[in-house]
């Protein structure tokens, strides 16, 4: 489900919803959305089609409701505040960086059930620096086209969501897929969304 301004062109497809401010761009399907990367770049590839045609919002991947009338009341709901972050959201798109953050080292063989916690804290600390100092990395090298960025949950990689404006989006990726062949994180870049 995505939601787009009431005045946003169909999309090829989708079904439509209109609210007295925004459209509703949805699907019918027998079963749940599936959670895997390539599902979820499925969905990727539909909400880019709807931003083709305006500015979009999408909502939660999976989100599922059981009718149209279900549909009708979260439009009325929260169709003024989708209508108000369309509007901070226009002239800016979604890119979603996928990468293998640092796994956390577990004790050596020889400390294994003799490690203090001292250590266990040390080794825990460490880990969650390397973590933080991919992040950073990746933050820096977005620099000041950056409008927000969060960590996405739900797949078995990491994956951080940027929103940066339209028209810098292939100096972004350029900068990213840069960064990402110096490491060994598996970066890959998809959207813009």
Same mark, same amino acid.
């Given at each position: 489900?995505?939601?787009?301004?009431?005045?946003?062109?169909?999309?090829?497809?989708?079904?439509?919803?209109?609210?007295?401010?925004?459209?509703?761009?949805?699907?019918?399907?027998?079963?749940?959305?599936?959670?895997?990367?390539?599902?979820?770049?499925?969905?990727?590839?539909?909400?880019?089609?709807?931003?083709?045609?305006?500015?979009?919002?999408?909502?939660?991947?999976? +989100?599922?409701? %059981?009718?149209?009338?279900?549909? $009708?009341?979260?439009?009325? /709901? *929260? #169709? =003024?505040?989708?209508?108000?972050? @369309?509007?901070?959201?226009?002239?800016?798109?979604?890119?979603?960086?996928?990468?293998?953050?640092?796994?956390?080292?577990?004790?050596?063989?020889?400390?294994?059930?003799?490690? +203090?916690?001292? %250590?266990?804290?040390?080794?825990? $600390?460490?880990?969650?620096? /390397? *973590? #933080? =100092?991919?992040?950073?990395?990746? @933050?820096?090298?977005?620099?000041?086209?950056?409008?927000?960025?969060?960590?996405?949950?739900?797949?078995?990689?990491?994956?951080?969501?940027?929103?940066?404006?339209?028209?810098?989006?292939?100096?972004?990726?350029?900068?990213?897929?840069?960064?990402?062949?110096?490491?060994?994180?598996?970066?890959?870049?998809?959207?813009?969304?």
């Amino acid at each position: 489900m995505r939601c787009s301004p009431h005045d946003a062109a169909d999309v090829n497809g989708l079904e439509t919803f209109a609210g007295e401010h925004v459209k509703v761009l949805y699907e019918i399907q027998d079963c749940t959305p599936g959670r895997s990367v390539d599902d979820v770049l499925v969905f990727g590839r539909k909400l880019q089609r709807a931003a083709e045609t305006g500015p979009v919002l999408p909502v939660r991947y999976g +989100s599922v409701v %059981a009718d149209v009338a279900e549909l $009708a009341d979260l439009v009325r /709901a *929260r #169709e =003024a505040s989708w209508a108000e972050q @369309l509007d901070r959201v226009a002239g800016q798109c979604e890119l979603i960086v996928h990468l293998r953050l640092p796994e956390e080292p577990s004790a050596s063989r020889t400390d294994e059930g003799n490690e +203090s916690g001292t %250590a266990y804290l040390r080794r825990r $600390a460490a880990h969650l620096h /390397a *973590r #933080e =100092a991919v992040l950073t990395g990746l @933050l820096q090298t977005v620099g000041p086209s950056l409008r927000a960025h969060r960590s996405l949950t739900g797949t078995s990689e990491e994956r951080v969501a940027l929103l940066v404006p339209q028209s810098d989006v292939n100096g972004v990726r350029a900068a990213i897929e840069e960064w990402g062949d110096s490491t060994d994180l598996g970066v890959r870049v998809s959207g813009p969304w």
